[in-house]
């Protein structure tokens, strides 16, 4: 009799998981984010968009549709106005990686002034944010200062760029940094 109860009980919370919006939400974040690292956009947006629809406030699926499916895409306002939700939503906490995105945004908006701000407060929240080193660098190559762009790629380096995002920063180094 005990037995059966608990296999009720098991059953009648997995069911409950099932339909929960919010557990239905982050099933939509996972696999949004891996169809976003596969290449497939159109199914990412689709999925992040039901994450978001089950849980409006859901600061990571914001960001990450900003990150792989507007800022891809060239759509620069959805992009900020997706990191935007993002950093409102998350209030201040654990919120470096969208302030990073947001000024990555900002510079290409031609926005520098804006994109240093972001970037600045980024890295005085999380000094080992290695992709905002490269959005840094980004920056200070755009307004032609190849000394601090050089100087925040050898940081990016230093915080591990190439073991979570590629070659992209040792090769730009290796093109102008001398």
Same mark, same amino acid.
């Given at each position: ?17 099932? /339909? #929960? ?9 996972? /696999?949004? /984010? ?60 654990? #919120? ?21 701000? #972001? ?25 032609g200062d190849t000394a601090a762009a050089c100087k925040s790629l050898n940081k990016a380096l230093e915080k591990g ?5 590629? /070659? ?11």
């Amino acid at each position: 009799m005990m037995k059966k109860r608990i296999l009720i009980a098991i059953l009648a919370l997995s069911i409950w998981a099932c /339909t #929960d919006p919010v557990q239905k939400a982050i099933q939509y974040y996972q /696999t949004g /984010t891996e169809k976003a690292q596969k290449g497939d956009t159109a199914g990412a947006r689709a999925d992040f968009n039901k994450a978001i629809e089950l849980n409006p406030n859901y600061a990571e699926a914001y960001h990450n549709r900003a990150f792989y499916c507007e800022l891809p895409a060239g759509d620069l306002q959805g992009a900020l106005n997706d990191f935007n939700k993002s950093l409102e939503l998350l209030k201040g906490e654990n #919120d470096a990686y969208s302030l990073s995105m947001r000024g990555f945004t900002f510079h290409l908006m031609g926005k520098n002034a804006e994109a240093l701000a #972001d970037i600045n407060a980024s890295l005085s929240k999380d000094s080992n944010n290695a992709y905002a080193y490269r959005n840094l660098a980004l920056v200070f190559l755009s307004m032609g200062d190849t000394a601090a762009a050089c100087k925040s790629l050898n940081k990016a380096l230093e915080k591990g760029f190439e073991k979570d995002f590629g /070659t992209e920063v040792s090769e730009l180094t290796v093109k102008i940094c001398k």
